[in-house]
């Protein structure tokens, strides 16, 4: 782990077994000395940018309550708002700033697949998004002005929406507990409770989104990839039954038929193998399309003058890394929901990669001597899976 989770006095174990999914957890002073990556206007900047998704959301003086429109927006939008009640969201900032990027990296107590994105909002005072329910666990980060932020524990049902709204709104929140957060407080949130942040006046929220696949998703994508493996054998085995017995009615589909199709089936789908392959392809998929290659490509010897002159790596935001540890003489990386094997000597570079967002030329130095794993590195910079920064 690069960094101490910003738990207070909690440990990472602690919260894990206490609060994570269990129960919400205000931190007070969870970032010491915290201050806004991004100010107001650099956020209505990206929020004109076509490459970045930005909302707005407008609860009164819109065209109808809790209006929600979408970017990208012109620079005249924001002159044209409302002094209050109003709120400007950017999903996956850390895929547009490094200092945001870099935040993700105190959450390391939670492995790397669940991860969605970071979201920084900006609001006035008054602004909100209504009170409302996510499926996911998030952690709200305040990172500029104050925030009042009020928790609901009981379960939401359906009918429990305002309908035909851009929003999914809760038609009546009443506030089991309320907080004031201010720059460096954070709230940890499990999915299903209701909250409602509402600004006190100009503020800055950074929200850390948790992923939470549905079993249907998980389901799905996981049929889906064996029945792609199965459909692209040609000889690929099919339904035979040697061992018929006569029936005394050719309708019925007997117990033994039924019995036969079901073990089938789990067979077939409970291939442990076939699982892990599949599993760590489909969390490490990336959300959009990965960086663009390097071109002209660097060669190896290129690669380590760059890093030794500039100094730092980075991992790309728009990948996803994982591995499995097959044995100790094996590990499988994946990235953007490709495997590659490792072994010796570059056993130990899934996990260095993996664990952080950034890397130093002189802290590997040293593993950098051997040509495989300089050779290997420069690969990934030239597929736009590491890159670097200038100043």
Not at 117 to 139: C, E, K, N, R, T
Request: charged share 25%; net charge negative.
């Amino acid at each position: 782990m690069t960094n101490t989770p910003p738990l207070g006095n909690l440990s990472a174990d602690e919260f894990l077994r206490d609060y994570w999914q269990k129960q919400p957890l205000l931190i007070r002073n969870a970032v010491e000395n915290f201050q806004s990556p991004l100010s107001p206007d650099e956020l209505a900047g990206l929020a004109c940018e076509e490459d970045v998704e930005s909302r707005l959301v407008i609860e009164k003086d819109g065209s109808k309550p809790w209006e929600c429109r979408y970017g990208p927006f012109e620079e005249n939008t924001f002159a044209a708002l409302p002094q209050t009640h109003w709120t400007l969201l950017i999903q996956e900032c850390n895929k547009h700033d490094v200092d945001i990027a870099m935040l993700l990296d105190k959450f390391n107590f939670i492995p790397n697949w669940r991860i969605d994105d970071v979201m920084v909002s900006f609001a006035p005072q008054d602004g909100s998004v209504g009170p409302h329910v996510d499926q996911y666990d998030v952690f709200l980060l305040q990172s500029y002005g104050q925030r009042r932020w009020q928790i609901h524990t009981q379960p939401v049902q359906e009918n429990d929406f305002i309908p035909n709204l851009d929003l999914r709104i809760l038609k009546h929140f009443v506030a089991d507990e309320e907080w004031i957060l201010n720059p460096g407080d954070m709230l940890y949130l499990p999915p299903g409770v209701a909250h409602y942040g509402v600004a006190l006046e100009d503020c800055i929220t950074v929200s850390i989104g948790f992923r939470a696949p549905s079993y249907a998703e998980l389901i799905s994508s996981f049929v889906e990839y064996q029945l792609s493996l199965l459909n692209s054998d040609l000889f690929a085995p099919r339904y035979r039954d040697p061992e018929l017995q006569l029936q005394q009615h050719p309708g019925e589909i007997s117990a033994d038929i039924l019995t036969k199709i079901q073990n089938l089936i789990k067979n077939e789908l409970n291939q442990s193998k076939t699982i892990e392959h599949w599993f760590a392809s489909f969390v490490t998929e990336p959300k959009h399309a990965p960086l663009d290659p390097l071109f002209p490509e660097i060669t190896a010897q290129k690669f380590l003058q760059d890093f030794q002159r500039i100094g730092t790596l980075y991992r790309s935001e728009y990948s996803r890394f994982s591995f499995i540890r097959v044995n100790k003489d094996e590990v499988r990386l994946y990235i953007d929901g490709d495997e590659t094997k490792l072994t010796a000597p570059m056993l130990d570079l899934a996990a260095l990669i993996c664990d952080q967002r950034q890397y130093t030329f002189s802290a590997l130095e040293q593993q950098l001597k051997e040509p495989a794993v300089t050779q290997f590195f420069t690969q990934l910079t030239n597929s736009g899976k590491l890159w670097f920064l200038e100043e």
